[in-house]
């Protein structure tokens, strides 16, 4: 079907170059750590710069831009020398592992005649956004000649910027990517033009990044055994799964539970073959003061009980989206999401810590309860299962992930499965590549499409912008239900 992006100008590819380390580093292999290994593919942020001056007269040209882009990251990668590696399998034990051998990352310059302003609402995705987009050839079977930096450069009629980049999920989480992007930022030639700028991300790299895993393998190394009486043999296809542990990690048994649930359902209850393709990408802005007045009104008859802006919205958007799913009453749902552990563990991770460092925590009810109970008392499950993320959690989500057919599965789209990932605490739009703030920065193609996203609004650091992924089935019933929760703060 024709969409109104078909008749935009097209995009024009000019350059496509790799960019390597200004200063070599010696090649070595770096262990990768089990979380590392769980997603190694391309998570996509797209920066819009839609301010015609925003340069100073020595970059008007989209060749000088690109020029000072390169060169910042050639000075990045030689500190940030993994992001030039590549990843590799072990053919001992087929465990994913980096090696860093200075192949580079790839940058590509663009231009098009489109004016940002055609694209109307900068939050909502639109298929116009893929033209901005590189994505490399890739063999899933293969990664040693996928590059782990990509990023487009595309120039607008408007003159205006996108910066579209993909880093390798397997080298960065989301601090780490936010602390990397600061630092070729601030190595750009363009920011160093401004030296309030400057200033500002010199402070963000005060911290030099440490890119050894070590402290999370022997985390997972030390617990394989102790952990060996929580798992168990399915006799009837001979795989291993994971079951409750006395400090068992939650988000793996109820994701186990989810899957055995989902295979032994009807089958017209279990329409879970949709391709990612398929899935609609919906953002909805919700203001500092539209969050508080949500706060008082879902809470009046709870005096004196505060909590977070995420533990309620996720709480609003859980409660929506299995409505909205139509599931059986007596069907065990869901709510997954991310928890940093670098001070979670012991000991602590170093500061700068450069890898993944992430977990699931979760709580699971049936669908019916989920409905009938309070939103004071999922706040207080979500506020308990984030609490439950300790040292012993870490360890035995680690070692569940042991075997690399169990770090690198893909996880199925189910209906059961609310997916949170807060980004509210990394200020994307405080990252100036240009000597102004970008208009907006959103994540792009997420590696599982239907996770929601609270994400910081360039305009309001307390406002959230809450984007999340629905399959078109759902997604008017999703957009009533959530509407109709927040509608009441109005």
């Known amino acids: 079907m024709a969409t109104k992006y078909d008749h935009f100008p097209t995009v024009s590819i000019s350059k496509t170059v790799f960019v390597y380390p200004k200063i070599l580093n010696p090649q070595k292999v770096l262990n990768l750590s089990n979380l590392d290994r769980q997603c190694p593919t391309l998570m996509y942020l797209c920066f819009f710069y839609n301010d015609p001056n925003l340069f100073c007269d020595d970059y008007k040209s989209s060749n000088d831009v690109f020029h000072s882009l390169k060169s910042g990251l050639e000075e990045t990668l030689s500190i940030w020398y993994p992001a030039a590696g590549r990843l590799s399998l072990n053919p001992n034990d087929g465990n994913l592992n980096l090696w860093c051998n ?3 990352a790839v940058l590509v310059e663009a231009t098009t005649q489109a004016k940002i302003s055609d694209l109307g609402d900068l939050t909502q995705h639109s298929q116009f956004y893929e033209k901005l987009v590189f994505k490399p050839d890739s063999n899933a079977n293969d990664f040693s000649q996928m590059p782990l930096v990509v990023a487009q450069v595309t120039k607008f009629g408007c ?13 960065f989480d989301g601090p780490s990517a936010y602390s990397f992007l600061s630092a070729w930022a601030s190595n750009s030639a363009i920011t160093k033009q401004n030296k309030a700028h400057h200033h500002h991300h010199q402070q ?9 895993r070590a402290t999370l393998l022997t985390l997972a190394n030390n617990n394989i055994n102790k952990n060996q009486q929580g798992r168990q043999t399915n006799r009837a296809s001979g795989s291993t799964t994971v079951t409750s542990t006395t400090n068992g990690a939650a988000a793996i048994d109820h994701l186990v539970r989810l899957i055995i649930q989902a295979a032994s359902a009807p089958p017209a209850g279990i329409n879970n073959t949709n391709t990612t393709n398929t899935f609609v990408f919906k953002t909805f802005h919700l203001t500092s003061s539209l969050i508080e007045s949500l706060k008082r009104q879902v809470f009046k008859d709870a005096p004196g009980f505060s909590c977070s802006s995420f533990e309620l919205l996720a709480a609003l958007l859980w409660k929506a989206r299995t409505k909205a799913m139509g599931l059986r009453k007596e069907a065990t749902v869901c709510l997954q999401f991310a928890v940093d552990t670098r001070n979670k563990v012991v000991p602590p991770l170093p500061a700068g810590f450069s890898g993944n460092a992430y977990v699931l925590a979760s709580v ?12 004071k008392a999922i706040v207080e499950k979500i506020r308990e299962a984030k609490e439950s993320v300790n040292n012993d959690y870490v360890n035995s989500y680690m070692e569940s992930l042991q075997s690399p057919q169990q770090q690198r599965s893909s996880l199925p789209p189910l209906k059961e499965l609310t997916l949170v990932s807060d980004w509210t605490r990394m200020p994307f739009h405080n990252i100036h590549f240009f000597p102004t703030k970008p208009a907006y920065v959103s994540p792009l193609f997420p590696p599982i499409p239907q996770v929601a996203y609270f994400i910081q609004n360039p305009d309001d650091d307390r406002a959230v912008d809450v984007r999340i992924g629905l399959l078109p089935g759902n997604l008017d019933a999703f957009c009533s239900y959530f509407l109709a929760a927040i509608a009441i703060a109005r």
């Not at 003159?159 to 080298?171: A, E, K």
């Not at 963000?204 to 050894?212: A, D, G, N, R, Y």
């Open 102 to 104: 200075n192949k580079g």
């Open 159 to 171: 003159g205006g910027y996108s910066i579209v980049i993909g880093t390798s999920h397997s080298l």
């Open 204 to 212: 963000q790299l005060f911290i030099k990044p440490v890119h050894e």
């Open 364 to 375: 699971a009810l049936a669908a019916g309860e989920l409905e009938r109970v309070s939103h």
